[in-house]
């Protein structure tokens, strides 16, 4: 499984962005999504995760009422929309999938099989 995201940039604060990340390859076998964020010099972490069928979700607290997580199976695309960024959520985003038996959301990074590159997001004051 191959994972591509887009959309990153330069935003002020209480901007938008939307991020995209296209799958390929194996794209039947994956299962439960989510994006994680790295800020330099700190640890990757959640941000949202979402089911297969796209009707479970879970963000973490910091991005809750903020961000909204989507996916289109028929479009291999999953989405992360940001509303009302904030500098503290500058980082590098990554979009990742699992290919194991659930179907639920993956709330943990080993749960995890493939990622993206990552796209840069840098909010100015």
């Known amino acids: 499984v191959q994972l591509v995201e887009s959309g990153g940039g330069l935003v002020q604060a209480g901007g938008s962005l939307l991020l995209s990340c296209v799958y390929s390859?194996?794209?039947?076998?994956?299962?439960?999504m989510g994006w994680f964020r790295q800020a330099q010099g700190k640890a990757r972490e959640l941000v949202a995760t979402i089911s297969w069928s796209g009707t479970s979700t879970y963000y973490s607290d910091s991005v809750k009422g903020r961000f909204t997580i989507s996916r289109d199976n028929s479009k291999n695309t999953l989405t992360l929309q940001m509303n009302s960024l904030k500098p503290e959520d500058t980082a590098v985003y990554y979009c990742?999938?699992?290919?194991?038996?659930?179907?639920?959301?993956?709330?943990?990074?080993?749960?995890?099989?493939?990622w993206g590159q990552g796209t840069q997001v840098t909010v100015s004051p």
């Open positions: 990742g999938a699992g290919v194991r038996g659930t179907t639920q959301y993956l709330t943990q990074l080993e749960d995890y099989d493939y």
């Open positions: 390859g194996r794209t039947t076998a994956v299962n439960g």
